[in-house]
């Protein structure tokens, strides 16, 4: 059980002071930790630093917590998150939840419960990865492929055979219909389809989301200009919905 | 909760319940009229058959009985629409208060949560005397935090019940807001301040000093905190209209969309939206300030040309030059 190599955790937390706090125990415990103190910088991070453990704060400025936690998702289904919230409500634990947190504890929170916790997340993600390749998990939930009207995406190839034969997708557009897929019959609105699907924030072009619809919608559509699939609702955003076949 | 009420049933939705009540109330207006009108045939009937004199029998009281009808009816429908609004009412106010809850527990949950958090580090580990002060000075920090949320709890309590403590006390505005910012500079780092009077003159008014200081620290912590420029700043301009003062309190910050402009001034209300937690603070701050012009005579107007295009709060107090 020996590991040469400390455990990094990843702290995305805006309160300077809990942070700091959170650093210092995690630190004495003997892990690596790195503090994000808002939700973009939290993702980049995340990316740069493939961190073994993330601490997640809710209320976060610019993308909050929920966000990044489906950001997150999209990718990485292994990587145990443990939410750290002021907010205690059984809604706001069924809500993390199901956006597939690993953990919930309140705050204010008892440091020794903290500490124990986090040790058992990181022992359980270490067995799932002994127990074999870890690219042989699939890493999201998701079907590898999807099949909706004439049209069927495989995430795994990155390519899409619609009506105008394969198209091979790129890396963010493969993102979006992830996002799109996982709600599927959910209206999204464009900052939370920025927030997730880049990790943008703010007043930052959300027409950058109406060009990839408009990709979307020839590859996918009929007819582009009467969209059944990737429909646009009047100030709030899009929905993405099919008929089951 | 409020998704709780939006998903309740739509025959429970007050608006539906409301027009039902109306049109049942107006049809037994109808029926009762007609029905009325058949047993008063049918009396007419009777009184002829058996030759009885009619005039004293029924007289022509027709309508009347319908006047008074009507009449009963006006008034259940009046009360039927004042209960509504009423309701209506008292919903927004829930709404709001259960926005003020989320927030304000968050404001008061983070202290506590860091307070907690050494405390327990303190009595697992053993730091040296420099790491413990700046854990302690953090601390202290946190206590900071937790009694300034207190207090403002405590004075919007003191201001609604209109007990200000403090007498008022004529004061120099200019001076006063100088001083203010001189005492309280370090709460407004990297900030940049300028008071601008291009008058020259003084502006003695009535001024409850403690209270007027809460306005100030409220609209230029406001400035400070809804900013994302790299150097926040905030321009005073003092300047005299008419029979008005005007003090603008001009921004960088974020800026207010024009439908929020009165919005904001309502008790617990917080521009940014609840689900995507942009959304933070107390919702207290500017209804104090508001409250506060008020006991002083006078007003505050927000103004702004839109989002990322600051924010300009003006104090309006009536002045004779």
Redesign the interface.
């Known amino acids: 059980m020996k590991n040469i190599e400390k455990k990094r955790v990843l702290v995305i937390e805006d309160e300077n002071h809990i942070a700091e706090g959170l650093k210092l125990n995690l630190a004495l415990q003997g892990y690596d930790v790195i503090i994000a103190p808002d939700g973009v910088s939290g993702l980049n991070q995340w990316k740069k630093w493939q961190p073994d453990l993330i601490i997640l704060d809710i209320m976060l400025p610019g993308i909050d917590g929920f966000s990044v936690l489906q950001s997150i998702r999209l990718e990485d289904e292994q990587v145990p998150i443990l939410i750290l919230s002021a907010k205690s409500a059984s809604d706001d634990k069924v809500k993390g939840l199901s956006y597939g947190v690993d953990d919930y504890l309140a705050k204010p929170f008892n440091l020794e419960e903290l500490l124990l916790r986090v040790e058992r997340l990181l022992t359980h993600a270490s067995w799932y990865r002994k127990n074999g390749d870890p690219s042989e998990i699939e890493p999201f939930s998701l079907a590898k492929t999807y099949t909706f009207g004439g049209n069927r995406i495989d995430f795994e190839l990155s390519v899409a055979y619609c009506k105008c034969g394969e198209i091979c997708l790129t890396e963010q557009e493969v993102r979006l219909l992830k996002l799109f897929v996982a709600n599927k019959g959910k209206p999204i609105s464009r900052s939370k389809l920025l927030g997730i699907g880049w990790g943008y924030t703010g007043s930052m072009t959300t027409r950058t989301v109406d060009n990839f619809i408009v990709r979307f919608r020839k590859y996918f559509e009929d007819d582009p200009k009467k969209p059944i699939y990737f429909k646009s609702l009047r100030s709030v955003g899009y929905i993405f919905d099919h008929d089951s076949n | 909760m409020e998704r709780a009420i939006t998903r309740t049933k739509w025959f429970f939705h007050p608006i539906f319940i409301f027009i039902f009540s109306i049109v049942a109330l107006a049809m037994s207006l109808v029926l009762y009229i007609y029905w009325y009108m058949e047993v008063s045939a049918g009396l007419k009937e009777v009184a002829r058959k058996f030759n009885l004199d009619h005039g004293q029998l029924l007289a022509s009281e027709t309508w009347v009985v319908i006047l008074i009808l009507s009449i009963l009816v006006g008034i259940i429908l009046v009360g039927i629409f004042i209960i509504f609004v009423y309701n209506q009412k008292i919903i927004q106010l829930y709404r709001l208060q259960h926005n003020f809850i989320?927030n304000f527990?968050?404001e008061l949950?983070?202290?506590?949560?860091?307070l907690?958090?050494?405390l327990?580090?303190f009595m697992?580990?053993e730091f040296s005397r420099d790491d413990q002060l700046t854990?302690l000075d953090?601390m202290v920090?946190?206590v900071g935090r937790l009694s300034e949320n207190i207090n403002r709890i405590l004075n919007l309590a003191r201001i609604e019940s209109k007990i200000y403590g403090e007498e008022f006390v004529v004061a120099d505005l200019v001076a006063t807001v100088e001083q203010f910012i001189t005492n309280n500079d370090h709460l407004f780092p990297n900030c940049e301040i300028n008071i601008h009077n291009s008058s020259g003159r003084s502006f003695a008014y009535r001024i409850n000093l403690s209270l007027f200081e809460m306005l100030l620290m409220n609209l230029i912590t406001n400035g400070v905190k809804y900013n994302?420029s790299e150097k926040p700043s905030i321009d005073i301009t003092f300047k005299l209209y008419h029979r008005r003062l005007h003090i603008r309190f001009k921004d960088n910050g974020i800026g207010i969309e024009k439908t929020e402009f009165k919005k904001i001034f309502k008790k617990f209300y917080q521009s940014g939206q609840a689900d995507?937690?942009?959304a933070?603070g107390s919702g207290l701050g500017l209804h104090l300030v508001q409250n506060i012009a008020r006991i002083h005579k006078g007003k505050v107007v927000a103004q702004s040309k839109g989002?990322?295009k600051g924010s300009v709060f003006t104090v309006m107090l009536p002045f004779k030059s």
């Open positions: 989320n527990t968050h949950k983070t202290p506590v949560t860091s907690k958090l050494y327990e580090t697992k580990h854990y953090y920090q946190d994302e995507d937690m942009t933070r989002r990322g």
